[in-house]
C-alpha cells in the first residue's frame, strides 16, 4: 500500500483549512450578515440603543372596548399585522382585528387611508368577517364546525399592478379553536378587491382557494368570475409574480406551484440589489438571496450576527441608494430597531426606532407585548413624496403605529440645539426631533392664541405617554435653555431629562401633579419651587458630567445647585415626556397576560404643556 508522507498530509490539511475557510469567508460575503458590535440590552425597552435622528412614532388606532367608536366602532381589542402602501397621492394601511384575542373568531381586515401620514381616517370594513359552512372538518383536528365564523392571517396586502390597478388582499383562515393554526394550509382561501381611486372598493373575489376548501360553498365567486378585464389582468399579473407569491406560502398548498420556496418560513420581505439579485428575509433572520429566471434556493440561513426571534424583520433599499433592516434584535418584541448596509449585505450599526412598550391595556391569546410586525412599503407599491421611509406595526398587538424614520438615516446630531419653534418653517418644526405620539398624548406643533407656535405636549391617556427628544452632540459640560408653560398644576406629570446616547439619564426635572417642580437628588425627590398653571417658567440648566453637578436657573433665579443621580459620560439627549419611567414588561414576565386594566378606554382629564424654545451650548 503506498502512503502519503506525513509532510504532505500536513500540508493538504493546511491546504484544506485555508480552502474552506475561503469558501465560507465568500459565502459569508455573500450573504446579508450584521457585523456591528451595537446589541441590545433587553433589560431596557430601549435595549441601550442610541436613535436614529428624526424618527417620529404616530399612533393611528388605539383599542377602545369601553368606547368603540373612538376605535374600530366595534370594540375589538385585537389589532395586528398592519400592511402599508402609497398610492394615489395617500397612504393605504390595514391590519386584520379580532374581538378579544389571535385565532379566536370572528376575525375581519379593515382599512384606514391619510394624505401626510399624520392624520388617518378612522377605519373601514375591507374585508368583512365570514361564515364558516356548518358541518367543515379541518384535517388533523377534532370536531365539526358549528356556527363557527373564519379568522384572518395574511403576509401581503397590497399589489400595485403595472396600470397602476390597487389590489387589496387578504385571507380567510380556519382555527376550530384557540390553540389552532389558521395559516396551515387548511384554511378557504385568499381574497382580493380592488381600491379605486375615488376611494370606493370592487367586489370581493377568492384569488385563491385551498385545495381542501369545497368552491361551491364559497361566498364570494373566483375572480376569473370577473367583467372588468382590467381586474382579471391585474389579478393575472400578480398570479404571475414569483416574489409576490412567496409572501402567500404559510396560508398556501402545501404543495401550491406558485410558491417558489414551500419550506414554512415565515413573514418574507424582500428587496433587489444592484446586480439585479433579490435578498430575501424571514422571521428568526432567515435569508437568501435569488436570481430572478433561475431556479430559487431551496433552504434559507440564518443571517450571521442578526438577532431577531419569531416576529418580523423588514428590509428594504431607501431613497439615498442604501439600505436598511428594522426589527426586534431580541427574543423579545422590544426594543423595534435598524441597520444600515450600503451595499445591500453587511449591515453595520444598529439604531433605535422606538423604544417604548405601552402598557398593554386588554388581555388575549397570543398577544405579545411589545412594538412587532414591522412592514414598510413593498417594492413597487408607490414612493412617498418625501422619499422618507414610512412603515407600519403594532403595539402589543393592541394598537396600530406608523413611524417615518428620515432619509438619509442619521445616527449622531450634527450641531447644538437652537430651535425657536415659531421661527422654523411650518411642517419642518420637528425634523430633528425624536417623538413617541399616542392618540391620546399626541406630540405636536401648534400656533395657540397669542399667534405663537408651541411645541405642545398633551396627554389625557391613563395608561400612556407623549414622548418628544432632541439628540445633540456629546457634551461633557452642557448649558440647555428652554422655558415651560403648564395648562393645569393639580394633574399631569412632565419629566425634562438629560440622558446618555443609551438613554440613561444623568439630571431630571418634574413638573408633578400638585402644583411642585422637583429635581431628582438620588433616591429622595427635592422640592425646588411651586408652579402655577399658565405660568411660562423659562429655565437654563447648567450641566457637568465630570463632576455631576447641576444647576438650574428659573426665570432668573437659581433654585437648584446639586448633583445628577445618575453618572453618564456625555449628554447626548433632552427628553421631554408627560410620564414616569415605565419598566413593566420585563424579560420574567409571564409571556401571556391575562387581564385588563381598569377603564382603559375611558380618557382622564387632559393635561398640557407648551414649550416655546429649547437651545443647547457646549461650555
Request: with cysteine.
Amino acid at each position: 500500500m503506498n502512503r502519503v508522507p506525513r509532510n504532505y498530509k500536513t500540508a493538504l490539511a493546511a491546504f484544506v483549512v485555508v480552502l474552506t475557510a475561503g469558501v465560507s469567508s465568500a459565502i459569508a460575503q455573500d450573504t446579508v450578515r450584521y457585523t456591528g458590535t451595537t446589541l441590545s440590552n433587553v433589560d431596557y425597552h430601549h435595549g441601550q440603543l442610541s436613535p436614529a435622528m428624526g424618527v417620529h412614532n404616530i399612533q393611528i388606532l388605539r383599542a377602545n372596548r369601553e368606547q368603540p367608536d373612538e376605535s374600530n366602532g366595534n370594540g375589538w381589542t385585537y389589532n395586528h399585522a398592519p400592511m402599508i402602501a402609497y398610492w394615489n397621492n395617500t397612504f393605504y394601511l390595514h391590519y386584520l382585528s379580532n374581538p378579544v384575542g389571535e385565532h379566536v373568531p370572528p376575525g375581519q381586515t379593515l382599512l384606514k387611508t391619510s394624505k401626510d401620514g399624520y392624520s388617518w381616517t378612522k377605519p373601514v370594513i375591507l374585508f368583512p368577517p365570514y361564515k364558516v359552512p356548518d358541518g367543515f372538518k379541518k384535517e388533523g383536528r377534532e370536531g365539526v364546525s358549528k356556527n363557527l365564523m373564519a379568522v384572518m392571517h395574511q403576509r401581503m396586502g397590497f399589489f400595485v399592478s403595472k396600470k397602476q390597478r390597487l389590489l387589496t388582499l387578504a385571507y380567510y383562515g380556519v382555527a376550530m379553536d384557540a390553540k389552532d393554526d389558521p395559516n396551515d394550509g387548511k384554511g378557504i382561501g385568499r381574497a382580493v378587491r380592488e381600491i379605486h381611486k375615488d376611494g370606493s372598493f370592487g367586489p370581493i373575489y377568492f384569488i385563491r382557494n385551498n385545495s381542501s376548501w369545497d368552491q361551491k360553498k364559497s361566498t364570494y365567486p373566483f375572480y376569473t368570475k370577473s367583467k372588468d378585464k382590467g381586474f382579471v389582468a391585474a389579478c393575472n399579473e400578480l398570479l404571475a409574480n414569483p416574489l409576490m407569491m412567496q409572501q402567500w406560502v404559510e396560508e398556501a398548498d402545501r404543495n401550491d406551484a406558485l410558491i417558489p420556496i414551500k419550506k414554512a418560513y415565515k413573514a418574507f420581505s424582500y428587496y433587489h440589489l444592484p446586480d439585479g439579485r433579490v435578498v430575501g428575509l424571514w422571521k428568526h433572520a432567515l435569508t437568501t438571496t435569488i436570481t430572478e429566471g433561475k431556479p430559487w434556493p431551496q433552504s434559507a440561513s440564518r443571517a450571521p450576527g442578526f438577532v431577531n426571534s419569531n416576529a418580523k424583520i423588514w428590509g428594504q433599499r431607501t431613497s439615498d441608494g442604501k439600505y436598511a433592516t428594522v426589527y426586534n434584535p431580541s427574543e423579545y418584541r422590544w426594543p423595534l430597531a435598524l441597520s444600515v448596509s450600503t451595499n445591500g449585505l453587511e449591515y453595520t450599526n444598529l439604531l433605535l426606532v422606538n423604544g417604548e412598550v405601552s402598557p398593554m391595556r386588554y388581555g388575549g391569546n397570543y398577544k405579545s407585548y411589545g412594538p412587532q410586525y414591522i412592514r414598510g412599503i413593498l417594492e413597487g407599491n408607490g414612493v412617498p413624496p418625501d422619499h422618507n421611509m414610512w412603515l407600519a406595526y403594532s403595539m402589543n398587538k393592541e394598537d396600530i403605529w406608523v413611524c417615518k424614520i428620515p432619509v438619509p438615516i442619521v445616527d449622531k446630531a450634527p450641531q447644538q440645539a437652537n430651535d425657536i419653534f415659531n421661527n422654523l418653517p411650518d411642517q419642518k418644526e420637528l425634523v430633528l426631533w425624536n417623538t413617541f405620539s399616542p392618540l391620546w398624548a399626541p406630540v405636536q406643533v401648534q400656533k395657540e392664541a397669542d399667534g405663537v407656535k408651541y411645541l405642545l405636549l398633551k396627554d389625557k391617556d391613563p395608561y400612556d405617554y407623549a414622548k418628544a427628544e432632541r439628540m445633540i452632540p456629546a457634551t461633557k459640560k452642557l448649558l440647555a435653555e428652554f422655558d415651560i408653560t403648564a395648562g393645569q398644576n393639580s394633574y399631569g406629570r412632565l419629566d425634562v431629562e438629560f440622558q446618555d446616547k443609551k438613554g440613561t439619564p444623568f439630571a431630571r426635572l418634574t413638573f408633578d401633579s400638585t402644583g411642585q417642580a422637583i429635581f431628582k437628588a438620588g433616591a429622595r425627590d427635592k422640592g425646588i419651587m411651586k408652579y402655577e398653571a399658565g405660568k411660562k417658567y423659562t429655565f437654563q440648566v447648567t450641566l457637568n458630567t465630570e463632576n455631576r453637578a447641576c444647576t438650574i436657573n428659573v426665570n432668573g433665579k437659581d433654585v437648584v445647585n446639586g448633583i445628577a443621580f445618575s453618572p453618564v459620560a456625555v449628554i447626548e439627549r433632552v427628553v421631554f415626556r408627560t410620564g414616569g419611567v415605565r419598566r413593566f414588561p420585563d424579560i420574567d414576565t409571564p409571556a401571556d397576560q391575562t387581564y385588563d386594566l381598569p377603564q382603559a378606554g375611558i380618557p382622564v382629564t387632559e393635561a398640557k404643556y407648551q414649550i416655546s424654545f429649547l437651545k443647547t451650548k457646549a461650555l
